[in-house]
C-alpha cells in the first residue's frame, strides 16, 4: 500500500509525551442545536517532562473560531487550520481562553456534540472532545472538569455533566443553567454531557464504606417503565465490584443516560455514562432474555471501568486493550457471578461457553484477515476502526490468562498492586503486566508476546501412553497456520501458554494426575492441571496411570489457541458424554457436529447427494433427555455451531453449501428426535409472570430451541400449532419473538403463509417501542430465503417502509448488518445481489456516519477466502466503494482489504 493511498498512519513507536499539560478546565456551553457557543478556559503549562515548544498546538474539528485570549488579553498568534489552532509563541504557564461555535443538530456521525430525539448528548470517546472545543484531545492529558450548562428551560429542564451538581438556577429569557463539578482528574475522551426532557429513576444506597450514594437511570418519559433492570443491575454492579476487588464507587452520584441514537453499546464518562437505549431499556413485554443478560453486562462493563479505565486510564490508544480487555474480563467475571454465584462451576460454563463461541466466530475471523492486529495494535489510521474483537475479547482472555496462572488470589493481588502503583495515572499494557508480575514474584517478559504477536496460535497435541511403565505423555507444539499477512509479521517467539489438562479414565472418571519428577503432595488430589508451555514444542509426563486415559485438553479454554487434535468420533462422544469440565463437554459436541458439517458441505459444494451417520443424533439425543444436565447447557450443547464459523473452516467458503448442509442435519435432528423435541417442549414451559432468572431464562431457551427445530420438519404442523399458540399467550417477549420466528422458519420451507398474521400483529402491537421494531426488521433480514423469494427483495422491500432510517444506527444495524453479516446463504447470493446492496449501503452510510459505515465495510474483508466466483464479485463490490466513499475510517478497511 502506498502511502498516498492511506495518509497519516499513527505509530506506537511514535509516542512523545505532551509539550503542555493542562490542569484545569472550565466549560461553559449555551445549548442551541444549530449553534452552540462552547467557552472554553484552561489552566496550561509546559510539560517538564517533555522537550520545549514554542507553539501549543491544539486539535480541533468541524468547529468555527471566534477568539482566543491568554490571561484575560486577546491573542492574535493564533493559526486556524484543518486539524486545529495553532496558539503561538506562548508562556510557560497561562490561562488560555478559547471561543467557538458547532452545530450540534447538522451532527449526523454521533460523535462530539449531537442532537438526538430533541435532546442534547456528547460522545468523546475516542477523538470526540475536539469537536466541541479545540484541546490536547489524548489520554495523558488529564484535567479536572468544571461545566456550565445554559440553555431554554422549557426544551431542556434537565442539565447533566460528570461529576457533582455545585449550583443552578434561573436566567433571563426562559433560560436556566447548572454547573457541575467533577473532582476526578480525567482525559477529555470521557467528558459529558446531556441535557433535555428526561426523566430518572432513582435509588439511594450505601456503598461499602456507609456513604450514601444517589443513583439515577434517565430516560424519555414514556420508557420509565423500563428501567428497573438497569438500576438492579447498577446495584449488582456495584456490590459485586466491593466484594471481588475491594473497589468502591468513588462519587456521590453515579448517572446513566439511555439515548437512541448511538454508535456503539455504551460509554464510561465519569459518573455519566451515556448507553444505546438497547443496553437500558427492558421490561417483560418488550425484552427477551438476551437483551436482560446483555443490559446487567453493560451495565457491568461501564461502571467496571470506573476504576478499570479511568481511575487508571490509558496512555496512549494503542494500549486501548488495557481498560477494554480488563473491562470486559470483569463484566464476564460479574456475569458468571449472577448467573449462578461465584463458585457454581456449572453454571459459569454456560456464561464461559457463550463468550469462547463469540470469539471464536468474530475474533479468529478478524485474526485471519486483513485487519488483524495484536491486542496492543502497532499502528493505525483511524482508531474508531480499533475498537476490535481483538483489542476487547481477546484482551479479556490475555487478562483471563493471568487468573489462571496465579489463580484469583494472586489475581487479586496483582491488581491490587496496579490501582497502588498507577491510581490517578495514564498508563500502558506493559505496567498492568509488570503490576501482575511483581505481585506474584514471576518474571513475565514472556507474557508480553500475547500483546505484541498477531494471529490465533495453534498447539498441536499428540499423545502416548505406555502401559507397561504406566506413563501417559503429552506432547505440545505451539505455532501458527498460514495466518494474514498482516498476522505473520508480528510473529516472533514461543508463547507461554497456560494449559489446562484433565485425563478421563475408561469409567468415565477423573484420573488423579501426577507429573513426572513431581513430589507425592505437588497438587495432590487435583484432576486438571496447567501445564505452562514456553516452549516451541514440550512433553509433559503423567506417572501412575493406571489405564489408557482420553485426554480433555485446554479445559474451560484456557487460552485463546486452536487445539489440533485428532479425536475419534466415538471419543468426543465419550467427552460429551462424561467430561468433568463442562466447557470441554460442549466443546466435544460442536467437534462432533463441525465434523459432519464441514462433510456434508464438501458433499454440497461437490453436487454430491446429502447423507450423514447415526453419530450426531445419537449424541445429540443422550444430551437432550440427560436431564441431569440443566436446561441452558443443553440448549448450548444442541446448538449447531453458526453458517459464518463453518463456512470459515472451508478450504474455501462456500456458504450455499453450509447452509444445505446445516439445513439437512437440522432437518435430520428435527425428524429423528421429533418425540423428544415435543417433550422438552413440554417440560420447558415457564408458567406464570415473567422472571429474568438464568433459571427461567434457560428453560425458555431449551423450550424454544425445540420449537425451532419442530419448525424445520417437513410437515410442521405441530409447530405451527404451538408457536400459534405460544405467540397469542405470551407474556414476555422472548417467548413471542422465538414463536414468531418458529412461524417464519416453518413458512420458509414450505412456503406457506403461517407467519403472516403474527408478523403484522407483532408490528402494530409494538410501533410506539423502536427497539422492538428493530427486532421486527431483523427477523425478516435473517430470515431463510428460497430460490422463489431471495431475502434481497423483502430487505429492499423494507428501506422504503415509513419505520425505516438509515440515520439512526440500530435501524440501520436491525436491516442492513443483519442481512448482510447474520444471513450468509442469502448475503452470498451467487448473482451478487447481496454484494450490490452492501457497496451502495456502505456508501450511503458514509456520508452520514462514518464509524458505522466502516463497520459494515468490514462485511467483505475476507473476501480472498471464499470459492473464485463470489470472491471475484466481491472484490468489484470492494473496489466500488473504494473508490466512492470519503471517510478516514472507511477507507482504512476497504484498503486494506485490497491490499
Ligand atoms: N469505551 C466504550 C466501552 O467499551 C466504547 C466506545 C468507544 C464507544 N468508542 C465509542 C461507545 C464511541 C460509543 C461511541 O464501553
Ligand atoms: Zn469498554
Known amino acids: 500500500m502506498s502511502d498516498t493511498a492511506t495518509p497519516n498512519v ?31 478556559t484552561l489552566a496550561v503549562r509546559r510539560n517538564p517532562d517533555a522537550k520545549h515548544a514554542a507553539h501549543l498546538e491544539l486539535l480541533g474539528e468541524q468547529l468555527e473560531f471566534i477568539g482566543a485570549a491568554i490571561d484575560g488579553q486577546p491573542w492574535e498568534q493564533v493559526r486556524a487550520h484543518e486539524h486545529g489552532l495553532s496558539i503561538e509563541n506562548v508562556p510557560d504557564s497561562f490561562t488560555l481562553t478559547l471561543t467557538g461555535a458547532c452545530d450540534p443538530a447538522a451532527n449526523t456521525t454521533l460523535s462530539g456534540l449531537y442532537v438526538s430525539g430533541g435532546n442534547f448528548f456528547t460522545q468523546c470517546e475516542a477523538e470526540g472532545f475536539r469537536r466541541i472545543t479545540w484541546f490536547l484531545d489524548r489520554p495523558d492529558v488529564m484535567s479536572t472538569y468544571t461545566v456550565t450548562l445554559r440553555a431554554d428551560k422549557t426544551s431542556y429542564p434537565v442539565l447533566l455533566s460528570n461529576g457533582n451538581l455545585i449550583a443552578e438556577g434561573d436566567l433571563p429569557d426562559g433560560r436556566h443553567y447548572a454547573k457541575w463539578e467533577d473532582p476526578f482528574r480525567k482525559p477529555s475522551y470521557l467528558f459529558a454531557l446531556v441535557a433535555g426532557k428526561l426523566v430518572a429513576l432513582e435509588e439511594r444506597i450505601q456503598s461499602g464504606s456507609g456513604k450514601e450514594k444517589l443513583l439515577q437511570v434517565w430516560v424519555e418519559p414514556h420508557d420509565l417503565d423500563k428501567t428497573r433492570h438497569a438500576m438492579d443491575s447498577l446495584i449488582h454492579s456495584i456490590r459485586w465490584d466491593e466484594s471481588r476487588f475491594g473497589l468502591e ?16 453499546g455504551a460509554m464510561e464518562n465519569k459518573g455519566l455514562n451515556i448507553f444505546n437505549t438497547k443496553y437500558v431499556l427492558a421490561n417483560p413485554e418488550t425484552a427477551t432474555d438476551v437483551d436482560f443478560a446483555n443490559i446487567e453486562a453493560v451495565v457491568g462493563h461501564e461502571y467496571f471501568h470506573n476504576w478499570t479505565g479511568n481511575r487508571v486510564t490509558c496512555r496512549d490508544w494503542f494500549q486501548l486493550s488495557l481498560k477494554e480487555g480488563l473491562t470486559v474480563f470483569r463484566d464476564q467475571e460479574f456475569s458468571a457471578a449472577m448467573s449462578g454465584g461465584d463458585e457454581n462451576e456449572a453454571a459459569r460454563a454456560t456464561k464461559r461457553i457463550e463468550d469462547v463461541r463469540v470469539l471464536r466466530q ?13 491486542v496492543r495494535p502497532e499502528s493505525y489510521v483511524e482508531i474508531n476502526n480499533f475498537y476490535t474483537m481483538t483489542v476487547y475479547e481477546k484482551g479479556a482472555e490475555v487478562v483471563r490468562m493471568y487468573q489462571t496462572l496465579f489463580g484469583r488470589d494472586g489475581f487479586r493481588k496483582g491488581m491490587d498492586l496496579y490501582f497502588q502503583r498507577h491510581d490517578g495515572q495514564a498508563v500502558t499494557c506493559d505496567d498492568f503486566r509488570a503490576a501482575m508480575a511483581d505481585a506474584n514474584g514471576r518474571d513475565l517478559a514472556q507474557f508480553e508476546g500475547w500483546y505484541s504477536q498477531a494471529g490465533t496460535p495453534r498447539v498441536s497435541v499428540t499423545t502416548h501412553y505406555d502401559a507397561a511403565a504406566k506413563r501417559y505423555s503429552v506432547t505440545l507444539a505451539q505455532g501458527y497456520a498460514n495466518g494474514s499477512p498482516a498476522a505473520r509479521e508480528t510473529q516472533k517467539g514461543p508463547l507461554l501458554i497456560p494449559f489446562a489438562i484433565g485425563l478421563i ?28 508451555v514456553t516452549e516451541k514444542q514440550q512433553t509433559f509426563t503423567f506417572v501412575d496411570v493406571e489405564a489408557k486415559p482420553l485426554p480433555s485438553l485446554l479445559r474451560n479454554f484456557s487460552a485463546p489457541v486452536i487445539v489440533e487434535y485428532d479425536y475419534g468420533n466415538d471419543e468426543l462422544a465419550f467427552l460429551l458424554a462424561h467430561d468433568s469440565d463442562p466447557f470441554n463437554r460442549w466443546e466435544a459436541g460442536q467437534r462432533l457436529a463441525t465434523r459432519e458439517l464441514l462433510a456434508l458441505a464438501a458433499r454440497a459444494s461437490a453436487g454430491q447427494p446429502l447423507e450423514t451417520s447415526d453419530a450426531l ?12 444436565l440443566s436446561p441452558s447447557f443443553r440448549e448450548l450443547a444442541l446448538m449447531l455451531p453458526s453458517e459464518t464459523y463453518l463456512a470459515e473452516q472451508m478450504a474455501e467458503s462456500d456458504p450455499a453449501a453450509v447452509h444445505a448442509a446445516r439445513q439437512f442435519v437440522r432437518k435430520r435432528l428435527a425428524t429423528a428426535l ?7 417442549y413440554q417440560a420447558n414451559l415457564t408458567p406464570g409472570a415473567y422472571e429474568p432468572t438464568p433459571e427461567a431464562a434457560g428453560r425458555r431457551g431449551l423450550k424454544n430451541l425445540a420449537l425451532s427445530y419442530l419448525s424445520e420438519l417437513d410437515d410442521p404442523a405441530d409447530a405451527v400449532r404451538l408457536a400459534t399458540a405460544q405467540y397469542d399467550a405470551a407474556n414476555n417477549m422472548t417467548d413471542r419473538a422465538a414463536a414468531l420466528s418458529a412461524l417464519m422458519n416453518a413458512s420458509a ?5 403461517y407467519a403472516k398474521n403474527a408478523l403484522e400483529d407483532f408490528y402494530a402491537r409494538f410501533e410506539k417501542e423502536p427497539l422492538v421494531i428493530d427486532k421486527w ?27 425505516f432510517n438509515l440515520k439512526n444506527p440500530n435501524r440501520a444495524r436491525s436491516l442492513i448488518f443483519s442481512f448482510c453479516a447474520a444471513n450468509p446463504a442469502q448475503f452470498h447470493a451467487a448473482d451478487g445481489s447481496g454484494y450490490a446492496f452492501w457497496a451502495e449501503q456502505v456508501i450511503a452510510l458514509d456520508a452520514i456516519n462514518p464509524q458505522v459505515a466502516a463497520r459494515l465495510a468490514r462485511n467483505l474483508e475476507l473476501w480472498r477466502r471464499f470459492t473464485p466466483t463470489l470472491r471475484d464479485k466481491m472484490r468489484a463490490a470492494l473496489e466500488q466503494v473504494a473508490a466512492r466513499v470519503k471517510s478516514r475510517d472507511v477507507r482504512e478497511i476497504v484498503e486494506k482489504a485490497l491490499a
Open 617 to 628: 443424533v445419537q449424541a445429540f439425543s443422550r444430551v437432550l433427555t440427560d436431564t441431569s
Open 362 to 374: 468474530m475474533q479468529f475471523a478478524e485474526d485471519a484477515g486483513p485487519m488483524a492486529h495484536p
Open 777 to 803: 426488521f431483523s427477523l425478516q433480514a435473517t430470515q431463510r430465503g428460497t430460490a422463489q423469494r431471495p431475502v434481497i427483495d423483502t430487505v429492499r422491500a423494507l428501506m422504503r417502509h415509513p419505520a
Open 249 to 264: 464507587l468513588d462519587l456521590d452520584r453515579f448517572m446513566i443516560v439511555a439515548v437512541s441514537d448511538f454508535n456503539m
Open 749 to 753: 420451507a414450505t412456503g406457506a403463509g
Open 505 to 532: 479414565g475408561p469409567d468415565g472418571q477423573d484420573l488423579p494426575l501426577k507429573l513426572e519428577g513431581e513430589s507425592q503432595g505437588a497438587q495432590a488430589g487435583a484432576t486438571t492441571r496447567v501445564l505452562e
Open 10 to 40: 499513527i505509530r506506537r513507536e511514535d509516542y512523545a509525551p505532551p509539550a503542555f499539560l493542562i490542569d484545569t478546565v472550565d466549560l461553559e456551553f449555551d445549548l442551541v442545536p444549530e449553534r452552540t457557543i462552547v467557552k472554553s
Open 674 to 680: 421429533k418425540a423428544e423435541w415435543l417433550a422438552a
